[in-house]
């Protein structure tokens, strides 16, 4: 079956340093790749998305690109804010009839500090 | 207000109770899920509705578990004689239609405590 694998958290940065939080995936078929966030008291919502191999989804100065040959969909920013401190979690779609179901990873936990 | 609206957000019963929980997505939106998140875990897909029907119920845990949706809008998941196991945050998220290559719109969830 479709399962999701990200580096385990906690997470801390300073503010401006370069974020990456790595995340690989098991699929049959073809699923679309998301990005996640989950800011402290909200629902979960959608960072960014990619649909098909070599895509780079892009939001908010983060960016991800679906890797086929790696199976991978690694997250990555520049130049973090302390307002970017949340839980992020990385998710494919299943394929065919069943691309209404996510899987999602166990999330990682990132903290910036000013 | 127009997102995703669940309650109630905390809950703590005793083991061997009832409890019901309810979703009202954003309107419109046809498709509905259920997802549970337990500690130090992803999310778990629990049951996935269009419009009224579930066409995909397999991620409940046990029977103790099921969900309804009516009038195509809110939903509610119940479950029966809870157990400590069934302690986790109930996420409930909506979409316009089924297909994926859209996102998911998810509430702040239902925190369930069973002591």
């Known amino acids: 079956g479709n399962s999701v694998t990200q580096m385990e958290g906690p997470v801390t940065l300073s503010e401006e340093a370069f974020l990456t939080i790595n995340c690989t995936y098991t699929a049959t078929g073809y699923p679309s790749l998301f990005w996640y966030v989950q800011y402290p008291g909200e629902g979960l919502q959608l960072l960014l998305k990619a649909t098909k191999a070599d895509d780079k989804g892009s939001n908010k100065g983060f960016e991800a690109t679906y890797r086929k040959e790696t199976t991978s969909f690694h997250l990555e920013k520049g130049s973090v804010q302390v307002s970017d401190s949340a839980v992020y979690f990385c998710?494919?779609?299943?394929?065919?009839?069943?691309?209404?179901?996510?899987?999602f990873g166990k999330g990682t936990l990132l903290t910036v500090n000013p | 207000g127009a997102g995703v609206s669940q309650s109630p957000s905390n809950k703590v019963t005793e083991k061997g109770k009832d409890v019901e929980l309810r979703c009202d997505p954003i309107s419109g939106h046809t498709a509905l899920y259920w997802y549970r998140q337990s500690l130090g875990q992803g999310l778990e897909f629990l049951i996935y509705f269009q419009g009224n029907s579930a066409p995909d119920k397999s991620g409940l845990p046990s029977d103790r578990f099921s969900a309804e949706r009516t009038g195509g809008s809110v939903s509610t998941l119940t479950i029966q004689r809870t157990q400590q196991e069934d302690s986790a945050v109930y996420l409930c998220a909506s979409s316009p239609d089924g297909t994926n290559t859209g996102e998911l719109f998810f509430g702040e969830g239902s925190r369930l405590t069973v002591l």
């Open positions: 998710a494919l779609s299943g394929s065919g009839g069943s691309n209404y179901k996510l899987t």
